[in-house]
């Protein structure tokens, strides 16, 4: 029995160690996306038809300012968290196409401190609905390009610390988006 024990534990490192090579060759079933409207995500390709891409994008604004009627201090910031579906409908050679249904959360915030009592902190939220048509180009086996054109469905309420009430806003119109995905 003490002569199985040691081939026991060398198996599965010998297999790991067999298959690493392996798995590093093959096209990444995951990768980072870098986009412009500005924001990072990843993308982890499920099947060969379905993906997802979850993305991040945010902004920190702060300033001082001294005026004759006093100072005024401002701190604002926006985050958006998102997440796709690219679900892929036709491949040609190294082009591939997709349509993806999106959602994504925005909000933003800010404060402002001044000598007037009317300033005050403002919240933003939103909810961004997307469906669009997309294209892919693998320039290498870990290097992509896309552009996507679509429509979207936004929604937006606003509320402040110096007023009662707040704004309800909502919007429908096209977008677009371009960028490059880098696979590991």
Do not use: C
């Not at 870098?34 to 997802?52: C, E």
């Amino acid at each position: 029995m003490k002569r199985l024990r040691p081939v026991v534990l060398v198996l599965p490192v010998l297999f790991v160690a067999q298959t690493a090579p392996v798995l590093a060759q093959d096209k990444g079933d995951a990768g980072i996306s870098m986009g412009y409207p500005a924001s990072v995500g990843v993308v982890f390709h499920m099947t060969d038809s379905v993906a997802l891409r979850p993305e991040i994008s945010f902004t920190h604004i702060s300033s001082d300012s001294d005026s004759p009627f006093g100072d005024l201090s401002t701190d604002n910031y926006t985050y958006e968290i998102g997440i796709s579906g690219l679900l892929y409908v036709g491949r040609w050679d190294k082009l591939q196409a997709y349509v993806t249904p999106g959602y994504a959360y925005r909000r933003t915030g800010g404060s402002n401190d001044s000598v007037f009592p009317a300033v005050g902190s403002t919240t933003v939220s939103g909810h961004d609905f997307q469906g669009s048509f997309g294209a892919q180009y693998s320039l290498h086996e870990k290097f992509s390009v896309f552009g996507e054109a679509g429509l979207r469905y936004f929604t937006q309420q606003t509320r402040s610390t110096f007023s009662n009430g707040g704004v309800d806003f909502r919007s429908f119109g096209s977008r677009g988006a371009v960028g490059v995905i880098f696979y590991f």
